[in-house]
């Protein structure tokens, strides 16, 4: 399995803009991808489960949570 956490606000591409590109071009159902961002808007968190977004966390995030979510959600809790 492979896991990919990035941000919405990125220099060259957005965030979500990278998901569905990830989606689309590498066609692996297989990826998970989680958001870790200051965005919080429902929107854009609609468009990112709509791209394939496994798990939103936003920052400042408290650290503990944000592990035992990746961790869940890779199927190591």
């Known amino acids: 399995m492979k896991l ?3 941000d919405v ?7 979500l803009t990278m998901v569905e590109k ?8 297989t990826v998970q991808i989680i958001m ?3 965005e919080n808007a429902p929107a854009m968190k609609e468009r990112g489960r ?4 496994k ?3 936003v920052k400042p995030f408290n ?3 944000a592990i035992g979510s990746i961790k869940k959600l890779v199927g190591v809790a």
């Open 55 to 57: 798990g939103w966390i």
């Open 22 to 29: 990830v989606r689309k071009e590498l066609n692996n159902p």
């Open 4 to 6: 990919v956490i990035c």
């Open 36 to 38: 870790l961002t200051t």
């Open 63 to 65: 650290g503990p949570a």
């Open 9 to 15: 606000n990125m220099p060259n591409i957005d965030g």
């Open 50 to 53: 709509a791209a394939g977004v």
